[in-house]
Antibody, heavy 117, light 110 residues
Framework: EAQLVETGGGLIQPGGSLRLSCAASGLTVSSTYMSWVRQAPGKGLEWVSVIYSGGTTDYADSVRGRFTISRDNSKTTLFLQMNSLRAEDTAVYYC???????????WGQGTLVTVSS | QSALTQPRSVSGSPGQSVTISCTGTSSDVGGYNYVSWYQQYPGKAPKLMIYGVTRRPSGVPDRFSGSKSGNTASLTISGLQAEDEADYYCCSYAGGYTWVFGGGTKLTVL
């Protein structure tokens, strides 16, 4: 079964760091771009970051300079290193595979990050 | 990177058609034919319904269609069914390797 599985979420204090992982199985992700998208409780979707197969990355202004996206050499696992976390970073974080037309065709089930003291 | 504008809610009766709008700017919706739409049930991951403004992925019913005029994209659902009740989000490529989502629209099937 094709799937993306996120792990690494949890409760973290403001100012802390957390690293999320997204493992792909049953689908090809090495030759396409991958993103992190988050959803605060009761709110809408927010694009967070992207990494292309060649390594180019970009970030939403809200996380630029604090978050770093990367992938392993086999390109089957995606990471999001989150530093200097703030309460407003509290959200379910989804990883998503880039599809045709700059869309997201496969999504993981999400992992919840709660930033609170 | 301002969010695209969607109505907070729309509703329709079974069998009717509803249209959800998504308004952006010439830097996103109006500048690229890369608008996609996602359906999300509570507590679940989003599902791609439309990409490239008008194209449907395999398995998505042809009751779902997309269009765009200027800086506004639209998702139309015809022949409404109870299972269509969900949240819908538009998304546009915004250049420079960035994307922007709409605020989401809650569809209620009466």
């Amino acid at each position: 079964e094709a799937q993306l599985v996120e792990t690494g979420g949890g409760l973290i204090q403001p100012g802390g760091s957390l690293r999320l992982s997204c493992a792909a199985s049953g689908l090809t992700v090495s030759s396409t771009y991958m993103s992190w998208v988050r959803q605060a409780p009761g709110k809408g979707l927010e694009w967070v970051s992207v990494i292309y197969s060649g390594g180019t990355t970009d970030y939403a202004d809200s996380v630029r300079g604090r978050f770093t996206i990367s992938r392993d050499n086999s390109k089957t696992t995606l990471f999001l290193q989150m530093n200097s976390l703030r309460a407003e970073d509290t959200a379910v974080y989804y990883c998503a595979r880039g599809g045709e037309g700059y869309s997201w065709d496969y999504w993981g089930q999400g992992t919840l990050v709660t930033v609170s003291s | 990177q301002s969010a695209l504008t969607q109505p907070r809610s729309v509703s329709g009766s079974p069998g009717q058609s509803v249209t959800i709008s998504c308004t952006g700017t010439s830097s996103d919706v109006g500048g690229y034919n890369y608008v996609s739409w996602y359906q999300q049930y509570p507590g679940k991951a989003p599902k791609l319904m439309i990409y490239g403004v008008t194209r449907r992925p395999s398995g998505v019913p042809d009751r779902f269609s997309g269009s765009k005029s200027g800086n506004t994209a639209s998702l139309t659902i015809s022949g409404l069914q109870a299972e269509d009740e969900a949240d819908y989000y538009c998304c546009s490529y915004a250049g420079g390797y960035t994307w922007v989502f709409g605020g989401g629209t809650k569809l209620t099937v009466l």
